[in-house]
């Protein structure tokens, strides 16, 4: 297999439960050496095309291909070459760290000595040498989540599967992983990522899938993503709601950003007194308005710059702020 051909491959996927579309005719590849994000909402299709493409579960309609191999029709060399952190912890509570990888190295039949010093390895290098004897019930959530992510690379697996990662974990637990993760792909790793946070994606992908009811809606850099998404956003809190109009005006006039009708797409919410607008150049934006709501004598409890969250997001590439299918 040549370099340029994508470590991970899935045509036309297709699996359906019932009456729901898991998976609907979802595309998408993924470049060796690189981390692909994919991002979207509870119940969209991420973990069914995680565990479709990890061997877990039967590829249904379309073609799913992992370091060359065809994943239906060579699942054992797929395994070997993989590794998955589950979106569920797959370790034993009872055990202590340690126990559990050199459980998941027996699995691997690594044999009893080779799985004690990967243990040994893999403890260390996740920062969790001092506790590696303590059961994981005992562990905060960050800890165990390493202690997934070491479980998943017992056998240095080519290609890498994390499905929500960080889902859960306060900011500290969060950035443990997220280090965690950049040394791996340093290390030459390709990761496919699931997330529901855009700034998880944003922080460790160099692609992003955006997947919603099973298919993927947008695709690209996380820069050029955001650039179309319109980027940043300005969040203006006024004290006198009155002057909530005259303030939705003045951000669509400095904001810098039209929206795909032509206009600023100015959000105003009366009830938290609050406007709201993506921004192309933040700083700029941010001067300038300020300096307009000073020259007009508005005054602003609150004037933040901040990343579009998912419901924005998607809000944005399906135009409209529907239910996501329940689980
Ligand atoms: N075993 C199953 N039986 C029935 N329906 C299922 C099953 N697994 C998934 N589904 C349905 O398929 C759709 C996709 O589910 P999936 O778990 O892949 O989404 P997800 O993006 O991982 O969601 P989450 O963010 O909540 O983990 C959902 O509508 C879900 O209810
Ligand atoms: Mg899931």
């Known amino acids: 297999m040549n370099d340029e051909a994508p470590v991970v491959r899935a045509e036309g996927l297709r699996r359906t439960y019932g009456t729901t579309r898991a998976l609907d005719g979802l595309d998408m ?6 981390v692909h994000g994919v991002l979207g909402p509870n119940g969209s299709g991420k973990t069914t095309l995680v565990r479709t493409m990890a061997t877990l579960l ?6 799913a291909e992992v370091a060359g191999f065809d994943v239906a029709a060579r699942p054992k060399d797929v395994r070997r070459r993989i590794g998955l952190l589950g979106q569920h912890a797959a370790v034993d509570e009872e055990l202590s760290g340690r126990q559990n990888l050199e459980l998941f190295g027996r699995l691997y039949h690594l044999g009893g000595r080779r799985a004690a010093a990967r243990a040994t390895q893999l403890l260390e290098r996740f920062g969790l040498a001092d506790t590696g004897r303590k059961p994981v019930g005992t562990y905060s959530g960050g800890m165990r989540r390493r202690l997934d992510l070491a479980a998943s690379l017992i ?13 859960g974990l306060d900011p500290r637990g969060r950035t443990e992983v997220w280090e965690s993760v950049r040394s791996l792909v ?14 998880e994606a944003d922080q460790l992908a160099d692609r992003i899938s955006v997947l919603d009811h099973g298919r993927v809606i947008a695709e690209g850099a996380p820069e050029r993503l955001k650039a179309d998404l319109g980027g940043d956003r300005i969040d203006v809190v006024v004290r006198d709601a009155d002057r909530l ?6 951000l669509a006039a400095t ?8 206009r600023a797409d100015v959000e105003t919410d ?3 007194r609050r406007v709201s607008a993506p921004v192309a150049d933040r700083m700029a934006a941010l001067t300038r308005l300020v300096g307009a709501l000073r020259d007009h004598g508005i005054e602003a409890e609150d004037v933040a710059v901040r990343r ?3 419901d924005e997001v998607f809000l944005h590439l399906t135009g409209d702020q529907k239910e996501k299918t329940p689980r």
């Open 29 to 34: 590849t993924v470049a060796r050496g690189s």
């Open 58 to 63: 039967r590829v249904g309609e379309g073609r």
């Open 155 to 167: 056998v240095d697996p080519e290609i890498l599967f994390l499905d929500e990662p960080t889902t």
């Open 186 to 199: 340093g290390g030459g790793t390709t990761v496919l990522l699931t997330t529901q946070y855009l700034e």
């Open 245 to 250: 109009a005259e303030t939705a005006a003045l």
């Open 255 to 262: 904001a810098g950003v039209q929206g795909a009708s032509g």
């Open 270 to 272: 009366p009830d938290g």
């Open 308 to 310: 579009p969250t998912l």
